[in-house]
């Protein structure tokens, strides 16, 4: 069965200080790996995809990165309004497209 | 543009209601998925439709419903409300399911709060 574990589960960061989430899978036949942010209360917003290991991304501060195992999202240098729940999910290659998600990361940046 | 768009923003029922959660995609995108996510948990697939056929079904009993319109509008129906369905339902949309980059990419609304007292 796919499985998704995103560590750690929470995450209190000085603005400016760099760190990276972790998002581990076990899935079979990977058709994508996808980030996504959520703030409190509102949908899931769409931040990369990740189809082959090798494979990075960036946006702003935020960089992601694939290995054939796990996924990283790197903050550099955040700042507070970067504060949010940070979503891992993979999908599986077949005749559907629904993914299966980590609990994800809360993270909050402090002035 | 136009995103997903999801009706109603919130809904309180009680014990053993029926509701009707409704989903429009963003224009073009021709595939529905239902998600349900309870407080610290991430969303949970219940049902992804595509060209009005059910293509996928999450581990969900048979209370929970959905089909999908000619417009590729949707709807979820959850009938014989229980106080474990209260949770933020999300609903998805995509330009395909069975191809990919980037079109087997889902895109949220801003979901449903539902509480069931």
């Known amino acids: 069965e796919d499985q998704v574990t995103q560590s750690p589960e929470a995450l209190r960061l000085q603005e400016g200080e760099s760190s990276s989430l972790n998002c581990s899978y076990t899935v079979s036949g990977l058709r994508g790996l996808f980030w996504y942010r959520q703030d409190p209360g509102k949908g899931p917003e769409f931040l990369f995809t990740l189809y082959s290991a090798g494979e990075e991304k960036e946006k702003e501060r935020l960089k992601a990165t694939l290995t054939k195992k796990e996924s990283f999202l790197h903050i550099t240098a955040p700042k507070p309004e970067d504060s949010a729940t940070y979503l891992c999910?993979?999908?599986?290659?077949?005749?559907?497209?629904?993914?299966?998600f980590g609990a994800g990361t809360r993270l909050t940046v402090k002035p | 543009d136009a995103g997903v768009t999801q009706s109603p923003t919130h809904l309180i029922k009680t014990r053993g209601q029926h509701v009707t959660l409704r989903c429009s995609p963003i224009?073009?995108?021709?595939?529905v998925s239902w998600y349900q996510q309870v407080l610290g948990q991430g969303p949970q697939f219940i049902f992804q439709y595509y060209e009005k056929e059910e293509r996928g079904r999450g581990n969900f009993p048979d209370r929970f419903s959905a089909r999908q319109f000619p417009n590729y509008s949707s709807e979820l129906n959850v009938n014989a409300l229980l106080l474990g369905d209260s949770a933020l339902y999300l609903c998805?949309?995509?330009?395909?399911?069975?191809?990919?980059?980037?079109?087997?990419?889902?895109?949220f609304g801003p979901g449903t709060r539902l509480t069931v007292l």
């Open positions: 998805a949309s995509s330009l395909e399911v069975h191809t990919g980059p980037p079109w087997n990419e889902q895109f």
């Open positions: 999910a993979v999908q599986a290659a077949g005749n559907n497209n629904d993914m299966r």
């Open positions: 224009s073009g995108h021709k595939s």
